[in-house]
């Protein structure tokens, strides 16, 4: 992969807050900023929801936001040098009605990471982070699937009220 490549694409990516309900204040017309209209969800949107790649000279790093899916509804893979993550979860109920989520997210790896050397952790907040070392050579192609481990939540610390996952009522 050539270094153009790596730098003319965003670290960041914004804007992955989907299905969520729209507040009254939400709907009001978009502000016109320096030209372009932006939308005022944005302050709510750089708190959460990101994707976030860190490329360096010995490795290949993603920060994924993925606190509305639980650890068994995640699979991460990699075929040739394509970093696939993939999240579902069936319908479920909440305030206002029902409720389904998926997406597919495939990153490019560097010609230089081996995928079977990818691991991915989860946080207890629900960042899903992916490593993979940088050796410096073109590795050949393969098809791997990478388990994700999950950190436990750190003793002493409770979740806000509004905060982490939805609990279901039985």
Known sequence: MSSEYEFANPSKIYDQNFGEGVSPSEILAPALYHGYY????INKQLDRGTSEIC????KFQVFLDVCQFLPDELHVRTVDNLLEVVGQHPQKADRHGFISREFTRTYILPLDVDPLLVK??????????IVA???GKEVK?????VKITQEEQPEGKEEQPGEGKEKEKS
């Open 38 to 41: 932006i939308r005022p969800r």
């Open 55 to 58: 490329l360096n000279e010995h």
């Open 120 to 129: 991915a952790t989860l946080t207890h907040d629900g960042i899903l982070s």
């Open 133 to 135: 070392p940088r050796t």
């Open 141 to 145: 192609a393969k098809v791997n699937e």
